[in-house]
């Protein structure tokens, strides 16, 4: 079993910048890749990025990239997400999530976090 919190949402002006974090627990956290996924109001869940299991390789959402930086720190079993230059249409509750268990740019996943919500002002 894993469990995922995630912190750092809040309400910010455009342009400006968050850093979400997402504490992971259990055993074998580390053993998998780690990924953001949003969900904006009346909207399905979206995949935005992707960290594998060492932090080698990520993967970007086209409309996140170049603005957004995942990265992870195994040590503190955290994973973090870097969002710049935020647009109103960033707004969404903002999930952590983990175990990949198929499509990574469909966002399947097993294990979810809480969600923390993100409200970006125009």
């Known amino acids: 079993q894993v469990q995922l919190v995630e912190s750092g949402g809040g309400l910010v002006q455009a342009g400006d910048s968050l850093r979400l974090s997402c504490l992971a627990s259990?055993?074998?956290?580390?053993?998998?890749?780690m990924g953001w996924v949003r969900q904006a109001p009346g909207k399905e869940r979206e995949f935005v990025a992707a960290i594998s299991r060492n932090g080698d390789n990520t993967l970007y959402a086209d409309y996140v990239k170049g603005r957004f930086i995942i990265s992870r720190d195994n040590a503190k079993n955290t994973v973090y997400l870097q969002m710049n230059s935020l647009k109103p249409e960033d707004t969404a509750v903002y999930y952590c999530?983990?175990?990949?268990?198929?499509?990574?740019?469909?966002?399947?996943?097993?294990?979810w976090g809480q969600g923390t919500q993100v409200t970006v002002s125009s």
């Open positions: 259990g055993r074998t956290v580390s053993s998998y890749s």
């Open positions: 999530a983990t175990k990949l268990v198929g499509v990574i740019e469909k966002a399947q996943y097993e294990y």
